[in-house]
């Protein structure tokens, strides 16, 4: 019995070394040497400081750039807490969110041909991590026209920005094309400056 529970404490012993700690520290430094990028995160920066990360959606909300999808996360975007609203398609209080959510869309687009127009679902509901960091091509189109209008951008440069940033399926085939509106925000910044300039 005694040799067993040696036997025992000594496997735990070294697997808990092997499984606990080497295999992830050897995993962690191989991904840092085959892929740097991917394994610190993906961070995107600006002037030498860390804005953000392309895995991680942050809320825009202005008329002057591309908007998120909405987050259920926290207090919105809260990587400490991600989560969808886990509410069902016949919440009461789901339905009423996003009927408020469409006609708010609809009336900040009147000006821009929008008015009538469906809103992309992505707009209007929360992703099941509310860190989602794309929108979908169409949710892009649509704020196109406001955001044309508000920087005073021709439209025709900003879709054609648009249609650089967008990202095919993964692997060719899983997912929908998307556009990652950190990226394209930054993009639209440095055309809107270059537009401005004499």
Known sequence: MRKQLITACLFTLVTTILLGLGYPLGITA????????????????????VIGSKLIGQP?????????????????????????????PTNASLIARVAQSV????????????????VPIDLITTSGSGLDPDITVAAAEYQVA?????????????????????????????????VNVLELNLALDRMAAEHKQP
């Open 146 to 178: 406001e955001i044309a209008h508000v920087r005073d951008l021709p439209q025709d440069q900003l879709e054609q920005l648009l249609r650089a940033h967008i990202e095919s399926r993964q692997f060719g085939f899983l997912g929908e094309p998307r």
């Open 30 to 49: 191989l991904a840092h040497i085959l892929m740097p990028a991917k394994a610190d995160g993906q961070l995107i920066m600006k002037d030498g400081v």
């Open 103 to 118: 006609q708010a869309w609809h009336t900040r687009e009147a000006n821009y041909g929008n008015a009538q127009t469906d």
């Open 60 to 88: 825009f909300t202005g008329p002057g750039y591309f908007n998120s999808r909405p987050s259920a996360a926290g207090i919105g975007y809260d990587a400490a807490n991600s989560s969808g609203s886990n509410l069902g």
